[in-house]
């Protein structure tokens, strides 16, 4: 059966100070349902991280990584530099890095082989913008992504991939979908999942939803029955407003 499981992305916050703070602070709570939890700092603070939750539930995870295996590309980090400190699992195509980084179906397909072949996980993010969803294409836009990122794969892979569909108006933004809304789309993604992998795999994949879940609609979004947890931002970045998320199951 599929996991529950509340993702904190971290992006470029917290300096060494504060994400050893935030992470004592995480530690402190206590895991009240049955959600997997993770935590994606920044890539200078990763191995503080894996080292400061050695005996904690909460997994370390990296908010990006190069396809290649190593070589002339400056700036980047490979699946070997995070296996190599205990990451094994990486967010991939976050609207944020397919907008100002150009990231394309095509090189997210390329760093979705390097996640299998590595036998890490992904948690793999799409979603559409807001005049995806103004002009009524919010669904092909979705199905397109997850198509062109993901149905070169064969059906064992799905073990290894977590969905988090995040329309793109709402992160950050204080927008949140309405529940009714995530689960539509949810449904949609796992009917669309069903059609070429059958029920087995549609049913065990987690799909994540993603913008603006905050304590106050956590519960009443993961009371959806395809949606499996969250993907949070700015959220994340407080103990008390993390776990009560974490704890909405
Ligand atoms: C995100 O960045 O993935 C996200 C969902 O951000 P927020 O929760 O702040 O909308």
Not at 72 to 83: C, F, I, Q, S
Request: charged residues 20%; glycine residues 8%; negative net charge.
């Amino acid at each position: 059966m599929r996991k529950h499981i509340v993702a904190g992305n971290w992006k470029m916050n917290n300096d060494l100070p504060s994400t050893q703070a935030l992470i004592s602070d995480l530690k402190s709570k206590e895991i009240t349902s049955d959600a997997e939890v993770m935590i994606a700092p920044t890539f200078t603070n990763l191995f503080h991280g894996v080292e400061a939750l050695k005996d904690s539930p909460i997994e370390v995870i990296a908010q990006n990584m190069h396809y290649a295996a190593s070589g002339a590309y400056t700036g980047e980090v490979n699946a070997d530099m995070l296996k190599s400190i205990a990451v094994n699992t990486v967010i991939l195509g976050h609207s944020e890095r397919r907008a100002y980084y150009n990231e394309t179906d095509d090189s997210l397909a390329k760093k979705v082989d390097t996640v299998l072949e590595k036998g890490m996980r992904t948690i793999f993010c799409f979603g559409e913008e807001l005049q995806d969803r103004k002009d009524g294409n919010h669904f092909s836009v979705v199905e397109s992504q997850i198509k062109n990122g993901l149905f070169h794969l064969d059906g064992a892979a799905w073990s290894s991939i977590v969905l988090a569909y995040e329309p793109v108006w709402a992160i950050g933004t204080g927008e949140t979908a309405s529940p009714e809304q995530a689960q539509e789309m949810h449904a949609f993604i796992r009917t669309t999942i069903a059609d070429t992998y059958g029920n087995d795999i549609a049913d065990n994949v987690s799909i994540l939803y993603g913008g603006s879940v905050k304590p106050a609609n956590a519960q009443e979004i993961f009371s959806k029955p395809d949606v499996d947890g969250g993907l949070i931002g700015g959220a994340a970045l407080n103990a008390d407003d993390f776990f009560a998320i974490v704890n909405a199951f």
